[in-house]
């Protein structure tokens, strides 16, 4: 390797320097036949065993490291990617930027956030602790340091949910009479919510989806017209079909913290549950009886009736009514805008592909909800999905078992989707809902160890960590300026955290690692720019006033 310093030179011991002579020969081959000269032997052949195991180790150990790359950081500080080729040979890969540049970007981040922030004026500072924090004099960063809270509209959805299923079936089994108007007032009530919560969302068009009218249309009928046959028949068959199905279609789940899902729950299960209840009689109506019996086309010419009545409304108002208002707001959300543009919907994947295979659309055509095209393939799709899931409840409204395992199949599923829930995704996503999760940083401090309490006692670390916590408040107080919602400031926290660890990881590596023959430090390093890119997209949804400094 003195030559040629890129160049793996295998020291060869098999060869002797030189030839042995003849009175060496003749002082060996006599030593050799004395009785001390076998144990002479055995050492010689010990010895080049050895050297041959050496030998081979060294080979083996050098075409392993034929199949790793090296990092060796130079005197400016930039890292050089490098690995040793068959022959032996340095083979350079390529030179990377310093190892300060990941930590200079992040301080740049800091910097340009906290710049940005201090621009935005003092109300809208307000405003924006007060709609995360509830008080527009608490600062974010001492919120997110809290342990996690339970919301109070949260609490009242828990309590609202357990109680109307309680209380439901305490009418049932004790004052069934009770039920319609129990129905009426609390779907009212809920629906009232609903219109407000989904007003301030721009959700409010969700409103007029064919549940809606089937929930309605109940009301009106058991309240209005309560021996009129025909809408009974055509209720039972929109809420025994559609609606019901819509439990596990859509995946409704029984969350009661949720006001959202249990309000959706609610909306798709009682229609079925009303009209089972004055099917069968449990209700008394003059409509129908127990011993009622119903023919299929009556029954399926009503059920579609209805249906189409809801289609032909729900295009003039969308596509008449309020088209100037859709149109001048594309925020503003349809269920076929939502359908048209969620390509993750299992059944939109599915329209699609019968489509593409009926060459409606081409593999490559997108879904466009101001089309035409797109507004007939879901008016045809949702139309058959209506027609198939008619058919089954024709022999529910015949058999009173049937009926009954339908009911309890459907609200099984709800409660198993609620239940799934809470142990797959509540469990992980409710604390980072509302704040930084304690455990981790408990988990962290016991970790440390003893070190942590040596490390506190250092005069020099604990004023680095002062300067480093002071940092950090100015970096969270900086947040208080910007336009961001409490899940975007915890993620931009948590992005930024990543990316300290990794530089801080790093760095831990450059102190631990050895030296090089000729000096070099050698590390691993595994870099990553999945961070960056989840920062810029974080940061592109600053308000233009921020976004413009960031």
């Not at 989904?198 to 068009?205: L, P, R, T, V």
């Not at 139309?383 to 009173?400: A, G, K, N, R």
Request: net charge negative; with cysteine.
């Amino acid at each position: 390797m003195a030559e040629h310093p890129g160049v793996w030179e295998e020291p060869s011991h098999s060869v002797p320097a030189s030839l042995p002579s003849r009175e060496e020969s003749d002082q060996l081959r006599e030593l050799s036949s004395s009785p001390r000269g076998h144990l002479v032997h055995d050492v010689r052949e010990a010895v080049d065993h050895f050297r041959r195991e050496m030998s081979e180790n060294m080979k083996d150990a050098f075409n392993r490291s034929t199949d790793k790359l090296y990092h060796v950081i130079t005197g400016n500080n930039r890292i050089v990617q490098f690995r040793i080729g068959e022959n032996g040979k340095l083979i350079l890969e390529k030179t990377i930027q310093s190892l300060n540049m990941q930590t200079n970007k992040i301080k740049e981040a800091r910097q340009k956030l906290i710049d940005a922030g201090k621009q935005v004026p003092l109300k809208t500072k307000k405003q924006i602790r007060e709609a995360i924090t509830g008080d527009p004099n608490k600062r974010i960063r001492d919120h997110l340091k809290e342990e996690p809270q339970v919301k109070m509209i949260d609490k009242f959805s828990f309590t609202l949910g357990v109680l109307v299923i309680t209380f439901t079936e305490w009418i049932i089994m004790r004052h069934p009479d009770w039920f319609q108007a129990y129905y009426k007032l609390l779907m009212t009530f809920l629906f009232v919510l609903r219109y407000v919560n989904y007003k301030e969302a721009k959700f409010q068009f969700f409103m007029l989806d064919f549940c809606y009218l089937v929930n309605f249309s109940c009301m009106i009928q058991t309240f209005f017209y309560p021996d009129h046959l025909v809408w009974f028949v055509a209720n039972f068959a929109a809420s025994m079909g559609p609606l019901a199905t819509a439990i596990v279609v859509w995946r409704n789940s029984l969350v009661f913290h949720d006001l959202d899902k249990v309000t959706s729950f609610f909306l798709h299960a009682f229609p079925p549950l009303l009209c089972h209840l004055l099917r069968w009689d449990l209700i008394p109506c003059n409509a129908v009886q127990a011993n009622t019996t119903l023919s299929f086309g009556p029954y399926f010419f009503s059920a579609v009736g209805i249906y189409v009545c809801w289609q032909i409304m729900y295009l003039i108002a969308t596509e008449y009514l309020f088209k100037s208002q859709l149109d001048a707001d594309p925020e503003l959300t349809t269920s076929l805008r939502y359908l048209s543009q969620d390509k993750k919907n299992p059944a939109r994947k599915l329209v699609r592909k019968v489509c593409v295979q009926l060459k409606v659309l081409r593999q490559d055509e997108d879904m466009d909800p101001d089309q035409w095209k797109t507004k007939i393939i879901f008016v045809v799709s949702q139309l058959v999905y209506t027609i198939c899931t008619l058919i089954p409840p024709y022999l529910i409204f015949l058999s009173y078992s049937v009926s009954v395992i339908y009911l309890i199949t459907i609200f099984s599923w709800a409660t198993w989707n609620g239940a799934s829930y809470y142990v797959e995704v509540f469990s992980k996503r409710y604390n980072m809902k509302f704040g930084q999760e304690v455990v981790p940083k408990e988990k962290a401090k016991d970790d440390d160890g003893p070190e942590s309490s040596s490390s506190s006692s250092d005069p020099k670390r604990s004023k680095s960590g002062e300067n480093q916590d002071e940092d950090d408040d100015i970096f969270l107080d900086s947040l208080d300026h910007l336009n961001l919602n409490e899940s975007q400031a915890i993620e931009l926290i948590e992005i930024l955290e990543k990316l300290e660890d990794d530089a801080d990881e790093n760095k831990s590596a450059n102190r631990a690692s050895g030296s090089s023959e000729d000096g070099s430090d050698i590390v691993q390093i595994s870099k990553s720019d999945l961070e960056e890119k989840e920062l810029e997209e974080l940061v592109s949804q600053l308000p233009p006033e921020a976004k413009k400094d960031v």
